[in-house]
């Protein structure tokens, strides 16, 4: 059962995102929550708009910026006819601020109830890459890194991590910035956030979403996305392989493991804020952990 204040959570985006809507002349019968993790998403019934509201992602970044990078990147690819999910045009997407919350509004798509070919995923993330690399809008250089060590040290004055985890996790942030200051890569703007969750197998076809994480790095970083979960997990390795196979790319195996790692890192970091509302999320940032200690060798 959800808990009072989870419910006030979820009332309070959900009806902040009602009333902008409201404002914007929009007219729907009622909002369906579509998914609730680092931002919520509804459906504003039966009309073909989406609702996203920074919640959690909210609770650590703050203004509009990233909302508004997203929304102006998603409308350069779609006119671009890159494969993703466009913001709305019959009302004004955004970003919006209302009561202390930031969101945007954007096309519904109509998805089947099937995973998306993996081949295709890697394809179709080709494709957007093809088309960002005339995007003329400032992008920041390297973003995860820096935002990853800024929540790193937040994170340990609050004693989210144990000493000798926290000690191993700066390691790793030392360790990665000292690599990728020593990298001389090609970069270009990418998705930033490219891993399965936020690619939808529709009516339409494989569409990619969630582009707020976009920022100006290497390809790899893009890669490591969707398939750093199966190096630490263990799991859809042979999805993770299909994805990379139909992106096409011959990538240097320690420069992809340097990106793996660093994806893993920033997964940590994000798994223990999104575990503050979503408890499984601790689950998954204890394995991510597990894995970052067999790696610099040491233990909880």
Not at 76 to 88: E, H, K, Q
Not at 117 to 143: S, Y
Not at 267 to 294: A, C, K, T, Y
Request: charged share 15%; glycine share 4%.
């Amino acid at each position: 059962m959800t808990s009072p204040p989870e419910k006030s959570r979820l009332e309070n985006a959900i009806n902040t995102a009602c009333a902008v809507a409201k404002q914007q002349g929009l007219n729907f019968a009622e909002a369906m929550v579509l998914q609730d993790r680092s931002n919520l998403v509804i459906h504003l019934q039966p009309v073909p708009v989406v609702a996203r509201i920074a919640t959690t992602t909210g609770t650590v970044r703050f203004g509009n910026a990233w909302f508004a990078k997203e929304v102006a990147v998603a409308s350069y690819l779609a006119a671009a006819g890159a494969p993703v999910v466009s913001p709305t045009n019959l009302i004004q997407p955004g970003p919006h601020q209302h009561n202390g919350l930031v969101l945007s509004f954007w096309e519904f798509v109509e998805e089947i109830d099937e995973l998306p070919d993996a081949t295709i995923v890697g394809q179709t993330l080709r494709d957007c890459h093809e088309a960002l690399v005339d995007f003329a809008g400032e992008l920041t250089v390297l973003d995860p890194l820096n935002e990853s060590e800024s929540l790193l040290s937040t994170l340990i004055s609050q004693a989210a991590f144990s000493l000798s985890d926290a000690q191993m996790l700066q390691a790793v942030n030392h360790h990665l910035k000292s690599r990728f200051q020593q990298l001389q890569l090609p970069m270009q703007p990418l998705h930033g956030d490219s891993n399965f969750s936020n690619v939808l197998n529709t009516t339409r076809g494989v569409l990619w979403t969630d582009w707020e994480d976009t920022f100006i790095g290497h390809i790899a970083w893009d890669i490591a996305c969707f398939i750093a979960s199966s190096y630490v997990f263990g799991t859809d390795i042979e999805r993770a392989t299909a994805a990379l196979n139909g992106y096409d790319l011959v990538i240097d195996q320690e420069i992809l493991d340097l990106f793996i790692e660093a994806r893993t890192f920033q997964g940590v970091m994000w798994n223990f804020i999104i575990g503050q509302q979503h408890p499984e999320s601790l689950e998954r940032l204890e394995v991510r952990l597990s894995w970052l200690r067999d790696r610099y060798h040491t233990v909880s």
